[in-house]
């Protein structure tokens, strides 16, 4: 079956970085279309980063400039590098296909904090 695991996540300092990884296995990696969602306490999940099949990608406004999504076809995974964190990135993070699954990992959570 489909399955997403991610990793990575932790406690960041404003303007700092981290960087979150996730594996995807049960699918035929290469052919979908990947994206990284984050959900923060009461709001919704949200789309924040996608890369496609040939590598485009595009960014949320609230994290562009800042997050760089990129993916490993032969790892079947997918990372975001995340800089200049601000405590609003707070979250827990998920990858999925692009549009996605209904299956979804655990998540890895990410809090912004000094």
């Known amino acids: 079956q489909v399955q997403f695991v991610e990793s990575g996540g932790g406690l960041g300092q404003p303007g700092g970085s981290l960087t979150l990884s996730c594996k995807a296995s049960?699918?035929?990696?290469?052919?979908?279309?990947m994206g990284w969602y984050r959900q923060a306490p009461g709001e919704q999940r949200e789309l924040v980063a996608t890369i496609t099949r040939g590598l485009s990608t595009n960014y949320a406004d609230s994290v562009k400039g800042r997050f760089t999504i990129s993916r490993d076809n032969a790892k079947n995974t997918v990372n975001l590098q995340m800089n200049s964190l601000k405590p609003e990135d707070t979250a827990v993070y998920y990858c999925?296909?692009?549009?996605?699954?209904?299956?979804w990992g655990q998540g890895t959570q990410v809090t912004v904090s000094s």
């Open positions: 049960g699918i035929i990696f290469s052919i979908y279309a």
């Open positions: 999925n296909t692009e549009p996605s699954r209904n299956s």
